[in-house]
């Protein structure tokens, strides 16, 4: 029923946490997609060990020739999918032994309702078992991109783990930059537009902070600003222009855009004049504002 894939790099030391609890699944329908994304650690050697220690699950292993970042090891990955349900897990993530037969049965639910449902949403724990952001305002929360994100007086923020119907997470790959990272949200955001999300408030997995991660590794002006822009980009572009003054998150969206218009552009993927202009708009709006926050 499930791909469970993984894209690592250099993680040998840290994947034996997705491996173990692989092992540990009390439902073993699933096969493991590993995604090497050029390690130069022991990560090969490693999987094969671990291929012929296990017959459980199947694990299919793939190099990529060269380090292209994680969106596109993740979509290189969806191409060797084939089971009805993927899960991204981290190469240093851990899950407890009921996860995948509780998601099982949640998809089982769903499937016996008509519904435009792509996506079942979980909560995550970090590393001292401490629920990371929020939780959903609903145990059992069915939620457009409208509802979740446009008319939410408060974000909702914090990690959240989900698994996808595969053939719409295949139609959707991730927006991918080689020099720099683009949220993955807004990859969601553009599905959850056509797609409802069902959300549920259970636990079953607990997300790791590890060294050289995308979260602790430094990142220069330039790249910061680069991932700012492709972000904020892929935000707006397909965005009614009265939109970006109606709602308080594409403004938030348009100010970014602007700041890291300043430092990093793309010619080959620039919003509209009239959609640039409401952004800088925007943006000279916001300004007094940030000052004022930075003086308090």
């Known amino acids: 029923m499930f791909n469970i894939l993984t894209p690592t790099y250099n993680r040998a030391h ?36 671990w291929k012929q220690e296990t017959s459980d699950f199947d694990i299919d292993y793939y190099c990529l020739s060269e380090n292209q970042g994680k969106p596109k090891a993740v979509n290189f990955g969806l191409e060797k999918c084939h089971d009805k349900i993927t899960i991204i897990a981290d190469s240093d993530d ?75 997470l295949k139609a959707h790959p991730l927006y991918a930059d080689s020099e720099s990272h683009v949220e993955e949200s807004q990859t969601w955001n ?53 939109d970006i003054f109606k709602y308080k998150y594409y403004r938030t969206q348009a100010f970014n855009y602007v700041k890291s218009w300043l430092f990093y552009s793309d010619k080959s993927l620039r919003l509209k004049p009239l959609k640039l202009m409401a952004c800088l708009l925007v943006f000279l709006a916001y300004i007094p504002k940030r000052l004022i926050r930075k003086v308090r």
């Open 14 to 49: 840290l994947i034996h946490r997705v491996y173990e609890s692989l092992c540990q699944q009390t439902y073993k329908g699933f096969n493991w997609i590993v995604i090497d994304d050029a390690s130069t650690d022991d990560t090969q050697s490693l999987i094969e060990t």
């Open 94 to 168: 851990t899950f407890v032994a009921n996860s995948l037969e509780d998601i099982k049965a949640i998809w089982e639910e769903i499937d016996q309702t008509k519904n435009n449902i792509a996506a079942v949403w979980t909560l995550v724990v970090d590393e001292d078992d401490q629920i990371k952001g929020d939780v959903f305002p609903e145990d059992k929360w069915i939620v457009g991109f409208k509802e979740r994100v446009l008319d939410m007086k408060k974000e909702l923020v914090g990690d959240k783990w989900t698994s996808w119907r595969t053939e719409i």
């Open 190 to 242: 553009r599905i959850n537009k056509k797609y409802d999300f069902l959300c549920v408030n259970k636990v079953f997995l607990k997300a790791h902070v590890s060294p050289n991660s995308l979260i602790t590794s430094k990142k220069s002006r330039k790249q910061i600003a680069r991932g700012g822009y492709y972000s904020a980009y892929y935000a707006l572009k397909d965005v009614k222009t009265n």
